[in-house]
């Protein structure tokens, strides 16, 4: 029975420069506990966009028996949390009870998904290294997709131990405002061109000068402003990938010289660079059951090196739709088909 008493606590994330750890009663279990913010959904979005956009949660095992509780804990950030078969989602990377969780995992029959180390795989004085180009594979989710998804939702069924499988995260809304102003008047009415991974139209292919394989219009390129106007705060926030989810041959940067070496690639890379600042970036070590909730709009991440010979990791993630904001307004959604 859920405990109708039960409520939450949300205060800073301890290690971060921005984020919220809530906290549920001593006892609650993870039913409770998403009663609680289902009673009181705008005092938890209020917290949850006053720390943009970023809140851990810890103890939420009882997701791994009941999964529907992670697409019920998702519904509280949006109208629309997205069915994974209504897309192009490989089945075996969607999980068979709930069509609604993404799984990412090294587990079969998931498709393994591992980032490489880092080079060198620590920084000088010893620490995991954060900030591009040491660290790469920094992104926004779907961001090759018209409107991209508001809001992701992760859950760590099966971490791997301490030390290796972290995410990363850093903070779009505190790295805009730390932007010298003359970058921000060069930036403003800029946008990135995104496209999705393995279209043939990555950074290598391009310096290889391997003609890109014409594209099913559902996975045309897509514009996205460098800088995104928060739809709930209307606070400015960094909106870009590196080079994973950009077209290096039209972009990355729409009207900037093209390429990897041309004008777009520097000015991306400064920004990118800037972006995953220690100081606007957190580095989260997963427990099992830890819940984290996630701002595509105002936010990136990047997943981090494991040894997928010796460990299982498997993630589950959602992706919630519904208020991307005045640009996107009443526009089709670029990846479904167009009848
Ligand atoms: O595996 C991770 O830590 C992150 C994966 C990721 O980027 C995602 O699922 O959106
Ligand atoms: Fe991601």
């Not at 909106?239 to 290096?248: H, S, V």
């Not at 909730?293 to 010796?310: E, L, Q």
Request: aromatic content about 10%; some cysteine.
């Amino acid at each position: 029975m859920p405990d109708a008493q039960a409520t939450f606590r949300i205060g800073p994330l301890p290690g971060a420069s921005f984020g919220g750890f809530v906290e549920f009663p001593e006892g609650a279990d993870t039913e409770a506990a998403v009663a609680a913010v289902e009673a009181d959904p705008a005092s938890f979005l209020r917290a949850f966009y006053a720390r943009h956009g970023f809140l851990l949660m810890k103890g939420m095992h009882a997701i791994s028996d009941d999964p529907s509780l992670l697409v019920r804990f998702s519904r509280v950030f949006g109208p629309e949390v997205e069915d994974y078969t209504q897309t192009t989602t490989a089945r075996n990377n969607i999980h068979p009870d709930v069509p609604e969780i993404l799984v990412v995992s090294n587990v079969p029959p998931a498709t393994p998904r591992v980032p490489a180390l880092p080079d060198p795989p620590l920084t000088g004085d010893g620490r995991l290294p954060v900030q591009f180009p040491h660290r790469r594979g920094w992104h926004t989710d779907q961001s090759y997709r018209r409107p991209s998804p508001d809001i992701s939702v992760f859950y760590a069924e099966t971490p791997c131990p301490k030390g290796q499988g972290q995410t990363l995260y850093a903070d779009g809304i505190g790295a805009y405002a730390a932007l010298p102003d003359d970058m921000k008047r060069r930036i403003e009415g800029l946008a990135g061109i995104h496209v999705g991974p393995g279209r043939g139209r990555s950074e290598q292919a391009a310096r290889a000068g391997t003609p890109p394989p014409p594209l099913d219009a559902r996975d045309a390129p897509q514009r996205q402003p460098l800088v995104r106007t928060h739809p709930v705060t209307g606070e400015p926030a960094l909106f870009l990938c590196e080079a994973g989810q950009m077209d290096w041959f039209e972009g990355p940067i729409a009207g900037m010289e093209k390429g990897p070496d041309g004008d777009g690639a520097k000015l991306l890379y400064a920004l990118m660079s800037h972006y995953t600042d220690p100081r606007f970036t957190y580095v989260h070590d997963w427990d099992p059951g830890d819940l984290v909730v996630y701002d595509n709009r105002c936010t990136i991440h990047a997943a981090t090196w494991f040894d997928a010979d010796r460990y299982r990791r498997r993630m589950w993630r959602t992706t919630v739709f519904g208020n991307p904001g005045a640009l996107y307004a009443g526009e089709r959604r670029s990846w479904l088909a167009a009848s």
